[in-house]
């Protein structure tokens, strides 16, 4: 993808971490939080675990940068050679010898030494789970160590979701007599997913973030990456790249869904639950909230969905809050909307197009017993809090864009 074609300054989306790029988000400063009580506080071991991708490399970074000094914090990890070399190399001031010739024995008495000034040396080993056999015996070594009866070192761990039962099984002594602080990093809400977006778009250089990925297209990559940071970057630079191939300035729905297919990508097992049912997406209690969709199929009744979410998306693909199972319907077909004037159907430049009431649309705002019809599969509005318009077609607020099928128009831009 060349940044300069959507105006910016550099690629927005990239595998491998980018401070300058990171989203520091509120979960984010309460790791930091806990990170810091170690440093400052006896016998403590924080560990902050998570999935691939989650940030814990970000973090560290936000988490080093922060401290005006760095004294009594080693940082280790799995490619760290020598923890003891390392060790003593921190605590030099406190060595009879130099570093590098330090016995464990001097080690030892260099940590408790330190102690007893009032301060406690911390390590902070990122990928501990990780972690080879002789790294493991040496943390186990490290945990041992007492001094007036309090541990001599603190441990501030990083790792995956296997982290704590690593510590159960093979760290007995590390976890001791410390007190133990958990965090688990958990993946981003669709908000934050927003923000997420829209910030490094920013950092790269958008004058306006939010032209550049729609609404419904950012809803889509919250659906298939699940909030995780490295899984957003992934598919954001997928979809950014299919919509230059199709030279497009800003990347909707459909750039997305060409991505989600490239990538072979599925969704999360809870994601497919069907309707979904994320905290997130509810709307406000409303007389809206009694809306719902009547879904039959050649008269059949299927199911019946309840209006009460931001946006609902319909289509074929099992990702859908409504999935239409005709050869009719696109992948994604269309999408309501809630916002101040009720509920607003808009049509995702679907292959066979929307109809309402028997005509084409792009865009429908939803009254009471409008039809949608795809294929075989017709979904009535119904909401007994709305009043009954009759015949009438022109009440306030209504918007309808009536197009003949095939029309060039449906591929304007939806935003």
């Known amino acids: 993808m060349r940044p300069e074609f959507f105006e910016l300054k550099r690629r927005p989306f990239e595998d491998e971490s980018d401070f300058d790029l990171s989203y520091f988000s ?26 691939p991708g989650i940030g814990r490399t970000t973090l560290v970074q936000r988490f080093i940068q922060g401290l005006r000094s760095i004294t009594g914090l080693v940082q280790l990890s ?41 301060r406690c040396l911390t390590l902070l080993v990122d990928d501990a789970d990780l972690l080879g056999p002789e790294q493991l015996l040496e943390l186990h070594w490290l945990g041992a160590m007492e001094e007036g009866g309090y541990p001599a070192v603190n441990f501030i761990l990083l790792g995956g979701l296997g982290l704590e039962a690593m510590l159960q099984s093979n760290l007995h002594a590390v976890a001791g007599p410390r007190q133990w602080h ?23 250089g958008a004058a306006v973030s939010k032209d550049i990925f729609t609404p419904t297209a950012l809803h889509l990559v919250f659906r298939y990456s699940n909030g995780n940071p490295r899984a957003i970057n992934r598919l954001c630079r997928a979809a950014m790249e299919c919509a230059e191939k199709r030279r497009m300035l800003f990347v909707s729905d459909r750039e997305v869904a060409l991505a989600i297919e490239f990538l072979d990508l599925e969704l999360d097992p809870q994601q497919l639950e069907h309707p979904a049912r994320r905290e997130s997406d509810f709307m ?52 309501i909307f809630s916002d101040a004037h009720g509920l607003l159907l808009v049509d995702l430049h679907s292959t066979n197009g929307t109809m309402v009431n028997g005509k084409s649309v792009t865009k429908h705002r939803l009254r009471r017993n409008d039809v949608i019809t795809v294929g075989q599969n017709r979904l009535q ?25 095939g029309d060039e128009g449906r591929l304007s831009r939806i935003g």
């Open 26 to 51: 509120e979960q984010h400063g309460r790791a930091v939080n806990l990170m810091s009580h170690a440093l400052w506080n006896r016998a403590c071991l924080v560990t902050i675990f998570g999935e």
């Open 78 to 118: 799995t490619s760290t050679p020598n923890f003891r070399e390392r060790i003593a190399h921190e605590l030099q001031e406190y060595l009879p010898v130099d570093a590098t010739l330090a016995s464990d024995s001097d080690i030892e008495s260099a940590c408790k030494q330190y102690q007893k000034e009032g």
């Open 182 to 204: 958990r965090f688990f990093i958990r993946r981003m809400s669709e908000e934050e997913t927003d923000h997420y977006i829209q910030r490094r778009l920013r950092m790269a």
């Open 284 to 335: 406000a209690m409303s007389v809206r909230s009694r809306a719902r969709l009547v879904h039959t199929n050649n008269s059949e009744f299927v199911e019946e969905v309840p209006l009460d979410r931001h946006r609902i998306l319909l289509g074929r693909d099992l990702g859908n809050d409504v999935v239409i199972s005709s050869p009719s319907a696109s992948r994604y077909h269309a999408v």
């Open 381 to 405: 509005y119904v909401n007994e809090a709305e009043r009954d318009f009759g015949d009438d077609r022109q009440e306030p607020g209504r918007e309808t864009a009536v197009l003949p099928r």
